[in-house]
Every structure is written in structure tokens, then in C-alpha cells.
């Protein structure tokens, strides 16, 4: 009887077919979580970027320790700028227009007095950071464009050396 031949076939691996079944369906997750995690709620793109300007600002408290030389931020309508404190005078530092995200607009106060946004950046600059490190008192409001009425992610100097920042509603 052995002679007698089998038909039966083993299988030793997957078919291309279902290979790329597999990748197919891992190239859908990925574009289905790719656009779960970049659909985020417009407060969490606020807070983002109250981090980011956090950030831009130690950044300039430091490099004006670091150069012993004041810089500053001014808004505009068009943006913020930053400058440099240079034989008494603000001067625009080159490529300094920092760019603002459009999903929301921005405030600044100062001693609690909402500022005007002028085209062209002013003598002296809104927020200054001074040599030893220390900024002065400030706080910046991000809005929602849509939401007028709503509320907003305020950012303010506690001290001159500390910050804080908290969402606050009408």
C-alpha cells in the first residue's frame, strides 16, 4: 500500500493574498487613528499653543541672560515680533515674525487694560524680557474665533518669573 498517493496539500505559509489583506487593513488603521489624533478639540489646539508660546518665551528670558541684553515680543494685527534692546532702542530682530495659528485670536493686557493691536510694531515692546531673567506683568488670552461669548485659556505672569495659566469662563 504504498503505492497509494495522497492529495492532501500542506499548507506551509499565507498566500500573497492574504498578505496583503493584512496590510491593507494596517493601512486603514493607520489612517483612521492618524485622523482621530489629528482632529482634536479646538481647546486642546489652544492649549498647545499657550504651551508653545511658554516656551518661545524661556527661550527668550534665557537668551536675554544669556547675551545681557533685553528682547521683547510685540503683537501686531499681523502677528508677533520679536525684538532686540540695541543702544537704546528696540530694533526687529530678522526673521522674527513668529507665526500665529488662525483657529483663534489672541489678546494681550496689560495692567488689566486689553491692548489695541496697532499695524506696525510700536517703540517699546509689549511683553520685555530684561536681563536678569525677569519678564514684566502680562497676560495673554487665546479666544476661539467662533465662540465670541465663550471662554478662554488665559496665560499671565504670577510673578516675574512665574507663569500660569488656566481655561476661564464667562
Given at each position: 500500500m504504498r503505492g497509494i498517493c495522497s492529495s492532501q496539500k500542506v499548507s506551509m505559509g499565507f498566500t500573497l493574498?492574504?498578505?496583503?489583506?493584512?496590510?491593507?487593513?494596517?493601512?486603514?488603521?493607520?489612517?483612521?487613528?492618524?485622523?482621530?489624533?489629528?482632529?482634536?478639540?479646538?481647546?486642546?489646539?489652544?492649549?498647545?499653543?499657550a504651551a508653545q508660546f511658554q516656551t518661545e518665551l524661556q527661550y527668550m528670558c534665557d537668551l536675554s541672560v544669556l547675551e545681557n541684553r533685553a528682547h521683547g515680543l510685540e503683537w501686531t494685527d499681523s502677528g508677533r515680533f520679536w525684538l532686540t534692546h540695541h543702544a537704546g532702542d528696540w530694533v526687529l530682530t530678522q526673521n522674527n515674525q513668529v507665526a500665529d495659528p488662525?483657529?483663534?485670536?489672541?489678546?494681550i493686557l496689560l495692567d488689566g487694560l486689553i491692548q489695541r493691536l496697532e499695524?506696525?510694531?510700536?517703540?517699546?515692546?509689549?511683553?520685555?524680557?530684561?536681563?536678569?531673567?525677569?519678564?514684566?506683568?502680562?497676560?495673554?488670552?487665546?479666544?476661539?474665533?467662533?465662540?465670541?461669548?465663550?471662554?478662554?485659556?488665559?496665560?499671565?505672569?504670577?510673578?516675574?518669573?512665574?507663569?500660569?495659566?488656566?481655561w476661564v469662563e464667562h
Open positions: 493574498l492574504e498578505i496583503l489583506l493584512v496590510v491593507l487593513i494596517i493601512g486603514i488603521m493607520t489612517v483612521v487613528g492618524a485622523n482621530v489624533i489629528n482632529s482634536q478639540s479646538p481647546e486642546r489646539n489652544i492649549m498647545d499653543a488662525s483657529l483663534f485670536k489672541q489678546q499695524s506696525e510694531p510700536e517703540e517699546l515692546p509689549h511683553i520685555i524680557c530684561q536681563t536678569d531673567g525677569s519678564h514684566n506683568a502680562f497676560e495673554v488670552r487665546w479666544l476661539l474665533a467662533e465662540e465670541a461669548d465663550g471662554g478662554y485659556y488665559a496665560l499671565k505672569s504670577e510673578t516675574p518669573w512665574q507663569l500660569s495659566g488656566a
